[in-house]
Nanobody, 125 residues
């Protein structure tokens, strides 16, 4: 069974950096889609970044391009989201998601992911 656990959230000053981690278990397939989503109070959940493991291809929302970097540590089975130049509008609960297969052009769609973590809070103030 697939399990995703996020960590690394916390409080950070505007312009600061933070790295989120998503520890995975039960996922042994080499080709699957991983994604980071976020949801602020009163807002819909939105895709932040995606990573096509099989194609080794990253994807980013326009709002975070140049500031966020998605990566993974294969040996630790962990997905990372390195966030830099953080802004108050980045404040949200961040979720890790996963689904078998390629991400394709719809990496940012919630419906494309079968497995989700419980989220980690990021507050930029």
């Amino acid at each position: 069974h697939v399990q995703l656990v996020e960590s690394g959230g916390g409080f950070v000053q505007p312009g600061g950096s933070l790295r989120l981690s998503c520890k995975t278990s039960g996922y042994t397939a080499g080709r699957y889609c991983m994604g980071w989503f976020r949801q602020a109070p009163g807002k819909e959940r939105e895709g932040v970044a995606g990573f096509d493991v099989g194609r080794r291809t990253p994807y980013y929302a326009d709002s975070v391009k140049g500031r966020f970097t998605i990566s993974r540590d294969v040996s630790k089975k962990t997905l990372f989201l390195q966030m830099s130049s953080l802004k108050p509008e980045d404040t949200a609960t961040y979720y890790c998601a996963a689904d078998p297969g390629y991400c394709g052009g719809g990496w940012y769609r919630e419906s494309n992911y079968r497995h989700w973590g419980q989220g980690t809070q990021v507050t930029v103030s």
